[in-house]
């Protein structure tokens, strides 16, 4: 059985790799699914604590975070349609219709 300092640092690096991803780019797909990274070190770490714990709270926390990450994702890809149908950019900087 792995150690859960291992968990931890593959959390981290995952994390880390989301948060760069949100604060360097300006593609709005790639925002999301470095969103979609976070969230996913997120439950890596609610999963390594639930087992070295020995108890299910965190794997039922994980199993709502996917569900609300499913939910962010159809909501988010359906606004980027939206946009695309009115201006054919997919970039963030652009996107300034929700302004008026």
Do not use: C
């Not at 609300?68 to 606004?79: F, N, S």
């Amino acid at each position: 059985m792995l150690p859960v300092s291992h968990y931890i640092y593959l959390s981290l690096a995952l994390f880390i790799i989301g948060v760069i991803g949100v604060l360097t780019r300006r593609n709005v797909i790639i925002i999301l699914m470095s969103i979609e990274l976070i969230l996913n070190a997120v439950n890596i770490n609610l999963m390594a604590f639930s087992r070295m714990w020995g108890s299910v709270d965190g794997q039922i926390f994980a199993i709502f975070i996917i569900t609300d990450a499913a939910a962010e994702a159809a909501v988010g890809l359906g606004i980027i349609i939206a946009f695309f149908r009115n201006r054919p950019t997919v970039l963030a900087d652009e996107m300034d219709l929700l302004k008026w």
